[in-house]
């Protein structure tokens, strides 16, 4: 699970979801996570790296990080391939509603 705080005072909970198919269960090294971010971040800004542990070896131990649907309309996550790690990213930025109406 994935708390994420804007500075604004609004919230969100991401959840990170692990693809894995082999024989040991891969395990977070953190049952939560949380991250503080700006609203001014830009599309693509890193929010915060995840980590997960697997008792495989070789390409078996590589882990695919991905995000639930819903959780999919504001962020993005990316798998490293290289540190076994992801990254949360910010995918849509969200502007209050009412900004939205007076610039028409």
Same mark, same amino acid.
């Given at each position: 699970?994935? +708390?994420?705080?804007? @500075? @604004?005072?609004?919230?969100? &909970?991401?959840?990170? !979801?692990?693809? /894995? +198919?082999?024989?040991?269960?891969?395990?977070f090294t953190?049952?939560?996570?949380?991250?503080?971010?700006? =609203?001014?971040?830009?599309?693509? $800004?890193? +929010?915060?790296? +995840?980590? $997960? &542990?697997? $008792? /495989? &070896?070789? @390409?078996?131990?590589? !882990? !695919?990080? @991905?995000?639930? =649907?819903?959780?999919? =309309?504001? #962020?993005?996550?990316?798998?490293? =391939?290289?540190?076994? &790690?992801?990254? !949360?990213?910010?995918?849509?930025?969200?502007?209050?509603? #009412?900004l939205d109406? $007076?610039?028409?």
């Open positions: 699970m994935m +708390i994420v705080s804007c @500075s @604004s005072a609004a919230s969100a &909970t991401v959840t990170v !979801l692990i693809d /894995d +198919i082999n024989d040991h269960v891969p395990v953190q049952s939560v996570y949380r991250a503080v971010m700006s =609203e001014s971040y830009d599309v693509g $800004a890193s +929010i915060v790296s +995840i980590s $997960a &542990t697997d $008792a /495989d &070896t070789g @390409s078996n131990a590589r !882990l !695919l990080y @991905s995000l639930r =649907e819903q959780d999919r =309309e504001h #962020f993005t996550v990316d798998s490293v =391939e290289a540190t076994n &790690t992801g990254v !949360l990213k910010v995918y849509r930025v969200s502007r209050p509603s #009412f109406s $007076a610039s028409k």
